[in-house]
């Protein structure tokens, strides 16, 4: 891949990212879907390492909008820092046993008619949570059955198509927690899930066969860096839209977004192009 290419691929990858990984649209299938329409193929190592390090590049922005609250974490009684450690649970336990095999799952033949059904599912509990959140009048402070509900959610959404951000907000708000509280919750709880996924990851492209000096070229290795940084900003901006949306409970665009692109996975699918 030659410089220019892998720069402009690599920033479009890198902002898609940023957007959707805090937007309630899943970040994972939309490069999932990205990287198959751009042809961006730099081996199975090279794209574990990319996909990592745009990962990490949203999390440099989560970490900086709520910079307070994590440091806040630390601060007794811990109370919230012991709900973030548990809801993380099941997403990790679910994704040592069966990321392997949903990566396989939705690199196939097959996969984008499997995106295309997740992201119909997205859609449908982003309908859920609108209509559940305006039509209930009493909600509560956070607490640790919200937490739960938002836990097993999380690892739901370990299959791509299927928002993080989104999944984690449904089941938080259908579960009767405040608005305020779900959204800060909700990307709180991706800090330790980007993070554990950085260290499994970087541990399998670190060790194995030669490393990632042989998986990537020069050129790949300048657009990653570009698409770090894209991937930072455009998340940065994505926080602060995705607060107000939630304090709005407007999803419904969100729903037909996603529907939209679920019908044209499923159309690329049977055509065969994809």
């Not at 299938?29 to 081996?43: E, P």
Request: proline share 2%.
């Amino acid at each position: 891949m030659e410089y220019f290419e892998a720069i402009w691929k690599s920033i479009i990858l890198g902002t898609v990212q940023g957007l959707t990984e805090f937007l309630p649209v899943s970040s994972s299938g939309h490069l999932s879907l990205l990287q198959r329409v751009l042809n961006y193929r730099v081996g199975e190592m090279g794209m574990m390492f990319v996909n990592v390090m745009l990962h990490l590049g949203t999390l440099f922005a989560v970490v900086w909008v709520f910079r307070r609250d994590i440091l806040a974490l630390f601060k007794k009684p811990f109370k919230t820092l012991l709900m973030l450690i548990a809801a993380t649970i099941p997403a990790g336990v679910v994704g040592l046993l069966f990321n392997d095999k949903i990566d396989a799952l939705f690199g196939g033949d097959r996969g984008v008619a499997y995106l295309a059904l997740c992201f119909a599912v997205t859609a449908l509990l982003l309908l859920v949570c609108e209509y559940v959140a305006l039509k209930r009048k009493n909600t509560s402070p956070l607490n640790w059955r919200h937490a739960a509900a938002m836990g097993c959610m999380q690892a739901v959404a370990l299959f791509p198509g299927i928002s993080r951000s989104g999944s984690t907000i449904v089941a938080g708000t259908v579960a009767g927690a405040k608005r305020e509280d779900v959204a800060k919750f909700s990307f709180l709880m991706s800090v330790p899930v980007i993070l554990g996924s950085v260290a499994v990851e970087l541990k399998d492209v670190i060790f194995r066969d030669a490393g990632v000096s042989a998986a990537l070229t020069g050129a790949e290795i300048v657009g990653m860096i570009f698409g770090v940084v894209f991937a930072a900003v455009a998340g940065f901006f994505a926080v602060k839209a995705m607060l107000k949306v939630i304090r709005k409970a407007n999803y419904k665009w969100f729903s037909v977004y996603l529907i939209l692109l679920s019908l044209t996975c499923f159309w690329l699918d049977i055509a065969g192009i994809l």
